[in-house]
């Protein structure tokens, strides 16, 4: 029998800087907005051009509030809302963690909504661009909650190699489920997007990226709730499935319905009108 691993204790501050401590799922938000604002200025000017690089500059502002205001809302609402109505205090202590990406995509999903419509955008070909580089963010959340020793998997046989002990979750070994879904939804989704987002064709069908990210997000999700532990203070629902799951068929639906939609539209070549020469525009088409 092979030797159980030892889930390493690492510090969750990253770095401290006197009093002020960065943590590490706090750089892998700030990480992944940057490296996504930075490959979106690029997607944007693709053909059929959905927008230029300066107003993906100014959705990213946008888009960090989707995803704080979204991802704790929807953690409150969909995971326990009791406590946090009797506790409403507790709302703001985020420090404490308590992130829901489902709530956090609805977040975006608003953003890019009133966003669009400010800016006289379309919004499923906005939305195709975007959506490519989610992925970022979720694989490197994932592997910030592995290194906070949090969402640990369900208990593993021994014999798996890479099984692991996690000290706040008891003696049994478990699947280092972090690392699964870091995998799945995070290297696996973006590189599937980001193949797909290389085709002309597919780009002219707007909606269609945007519904495969969701497709995508919702079969990953899924299958890697069958490793993760579910949340104590909600277990199990019945069937045996997890809130995760539940809450993974309403977008795996959506993804669904948004590539059939986008699929059966004829071919755009041009989504938006483009920009005057003099608008200061200094390198959206690199």
């Excluded at 940057?34 to 053909?47: E, F, K, P, T, Y």
């Excluded at 109505?85 to 009133?114: D, K, N, Q, R, T």
């Excluded at 203070?233 to 019945?238: A, Q, T, V, W």
């Excluded at 997890?242 to 639906?253: D, F, R």
Aim: hydrophobic content about 50%.
């Amino acid at each position: 029998m092979l030797p159980v691993l030892i889930f390493p204790q690492f510090d969750p501050v990253m770095v401290h800087f006197g009093p002020i401590a960065i943590r590490w799922y706090a750089m892998a938000y700030i990480v992944a907005l940057i490296a996504g604002w930075r490959i979106a200025r690029h997607l944007v000017a693709l053909a059929p051009r959905a927008a230029t690089a300066l107003q993906v500059d100014d959705f990213l502002t946008w888009a960090t509030l989707g995803v704080v205001l979204g991802g704790r809302l929807g953690y409150i609402a969909f995971y326990q809302p009791g406590y946090y109505l009797s506790h409403p205090l507790a709302i703001l202590e985020v420090w404490h963690g308590g992130m829901s990406f489902h709530g956090g995509a609805a977040g975006v999903i608003i953003a890019l909504i009133v966003f669009t419509r400010l800016n006289g955008l379309s919004f499923l070909a906005f939305s195709d661009r975007i959506t490519t580089v989610v992925p970022i963010g979720l694989g490197l959340g994932r592997i910030a909650n592995f290194i906070n020793g949090e969402l640990w998997g369900r208990p593993a046989p021994s014999s798996l190699p890479w099984a692991m002990i996690f000290p706040d979750a008891g003696p049994e070994p478990r699947h280092p489920s972090e690392l699964y879904e870091a995998f799945a939804e995070g290297l696996v989704l973006f590189t599937v997007l980001w193949c797909v987002s290389r085709s002309l064709r597919v780009r002219q069908h707007p909606g269609f990226i945007a519904g495969l990210f969701l497709f995508g997000y919702a079969v990953a999700r899924t299958v890697c709730e069958c490793f993760r532990e579910p949340d104590a203070f909600i277990g199990f629902l019945p069937f045996g499935v997890t809130m995760g799951q539940v809450l993974s068929v309403p977008m795996a639906i959506g993804g669904a319905g948004l590539m059939l939609n986008a699929w059966i539209r004829p071919a755009r070549t041009v989504v938006m009108a483009e920009p005057e020469a003099a608008d200061g525009e200094d390198g959206a088409a690199r």
